[in-house]
């Protein structure tokens, strides 16, 4: 079946005119420009770098300019925030299409509060505008403080604010050795927040 689809794609293709070649040429030449075009676009509103936004008033702005946002909410305190920020910012130059912030939990009372921000680490997982999911703690990303980033990198793209190539169906864990970004493996285990309601909070 597949090899007669593509037979008669390349007999298609051999049977076309100089007219219709020169209009899938230009047909890809625009896709190409539209792309570069939408690559500069996120650039010049900040995607690319994992960025600490001051305040509230920013968090809200940021989240208006782009359609899906990474935020960690921090405390300076918390060494595991430490470990999300290394693999933020390697996913931040990865993932042009998302924009990848952090803010102080502890000078965002309000927003905490929206957001029923309750445990550090969490990622709050902003798509065009609402609060689409959350990552809270290490439990759906290994459990473990030495978790790969590719396995971030997965459970982001199982919230759709990435555009992930991967197989979503399935960990990336299998037969990879983890990386421990920041001194000796631990074990511990994470807890996440009790409350687990599903949250469409509207941050227009």
Known sequence: ?????????????????????????????????????????????????????????EFFTECKKSKNVVCHFYR???????????????LAKKHIETRFLKIDAEKSPFLTQR???VVLPT?????????????????DIGGTDDFPTEMLE???????????NGNLSEPPLAGKPKTNLLGPKSKK??????DDEDSDSDLD
């Open 1 to 57: 079946m597949v090899g007669n689809q593509l037979d008669a794609e390349i007999d298609r293709l051999d049977h076309m005119d100089a007219d219709e070649m020169e209009m899938i040429r230009q047909r890809r030449l625009a896709a190409m420009k539209k792309g570069q075009e939408q690559k500069w676009e996120w650039l010049g509103a900040g995607h690319g770098v994992y960025t600490e936004i001051p305040g509230e008033k």
């Open 76 to 90: 300076e305190s918390t060494f595991r925030c430490k470990i999300v920020d290394k693999h933020l910012d390697i």
């Open 115 to 117: 957001l029923k921000i």
């Open 123 to 139: 990622l709050a997982l902003i798509q065009e505008g609402k609060s689409k999911d959350y990552i809270v703690g290490f439990d």
């Open 154 to 164: 997965w459970r982001l793209g199982c919230s759709g604010v990435i555009e992930y």
């Open 189 to 194: 285990i994470i807890r996440g927040r009790d």
